[in-house]
């Protein structure tokens, strides 16, 4: 938009120049497939997931490979703090993206997330009033962006299902860190049926990372923890 008018801009690969943006990018996808250079490496990103790119991310759009209807928006570093995370409801799924949305533009590069089916919906009519009170930039549109970005979180958080392939071996560590965490607070009633269902994973996935991680079995761990 510019001046509050629609423009659209077509250019080929070629076109588009490499950047470092002074943000953190928010990408949505509408409709379709998107694909981005990032630090030399093609991302593809599919209908309603949404991607978060950090600034210390050398990036481009990769036209050629891309069909889509994309929704863009741009937040400032200092947006994702410790303050602005305590906003978010705590569930030990939501506690693990917290942790991993601090640390973005330290090591990793982006982080992908993707709505539950039942949320996509909603998880787009948010977008869209960000976009749009963006767009207006009528009185109060800063808190109005706000709220609806820290709903934007929450609703990702609470249907988390993935971080970037540069993310896994972080994430397995925090994922562990996270289900101890759980089951030492948690001891007098934790099972492996409810740390699968709080994390969303099957039992014996919780029971190998305990294993991968400690040496024990889920059992005998949990007889050490108390």
């Known amino acids: 938009y510019i001046n509050g008018n629609p423009v659209k801009i077509q250019l080929e690969d070629d076109e588009v120049?490499?950047?470092?943006?002074?943000?953190?990018?928010?990408?949505?996808?509408?409709?379709?497939?998107?694909?981005?250079?990032?630090?030399?490496?093609?991302?593809?990103?599919?209908?309603?997931?949404?991607?978060?790119?950090?600034?210390?991310?050398?990036?481009?759009?990769?036209?050629?490979?891309?069909?889509?209807?994309?929704?863009?928006?741009?937040?400032?570093?200092?947006?994702?703090?410790?303050?602005?995370?305590?906003?978010?409801?705590?569930?030990?799924?939501?506690?693990?993206?917290?942790?991993?949305?601090?640390?973005?533009?330290?090591?990793?590069?982006?982080?992908?997330?993707?709505?539950?089916?039942?949320?996509?919906?909603?998880?787009?009519?948010?977008?869209?009033?960000?976009?749009?009170?963006?767009?207006?930039?009528?009185?109060?549109?800063?808190d109005i962006c706000r709220g609806y970005i820290i709903r934007l979180i929450d609703t990702l958080s609470a249907s988390y299902r993935r971080f970037s392939k540069s993310e896994t071996t972080k994430y397995k560590d925090t994922l562990f860190q996270s289900v101890a965490e759980y089951m030492e607070e948690n001891l007098s009633k934790v099972t492996l049926n409810s740390l699968a269902a709080a994390f969303h994973y099957q039992p014996n996935f919780i029971g190998n990372l305990i294993k991968q991680y400690t040496g024990l079995t889920y059992s005998n761990y949990l007889v050490s923890l108390r």
């Open 17 to 142: 120049s490499l950047y470092y943006s002074n943000y953190i990018e928010c990408r949505y996808v509408v409709t379709g497939h998107f694909e981005m250079e990032i630090d030399g490496e093609i991302a593809g990103f599919n209908e309603n997931e949404v991607c978060f790119i950090t600034s210390s991310a050398l990036h481009r759009e990769h036209l050629a490979g891309s069909e889509c209807v994309l929704i863009n928006f741009s937040i400032n570093k200092s947006f994702f703090t410790e303050r602005f995370l305590s906003s978010i409801e705590l569930s030990p799924v939501q506690k693990l993206l917290r942790t991993n949305l601090l640390h973005i533009g330290q090591k990793e590069k982006y982080l992908c997330l993707k709505p539950d089916k039942a949320d996509a919906e909603s998880l787009k009519q948010d977008i869209f009033t960000i976009l749009n009170e963006g767009r207006q930039q009528k009185v109060g549109y800063q």
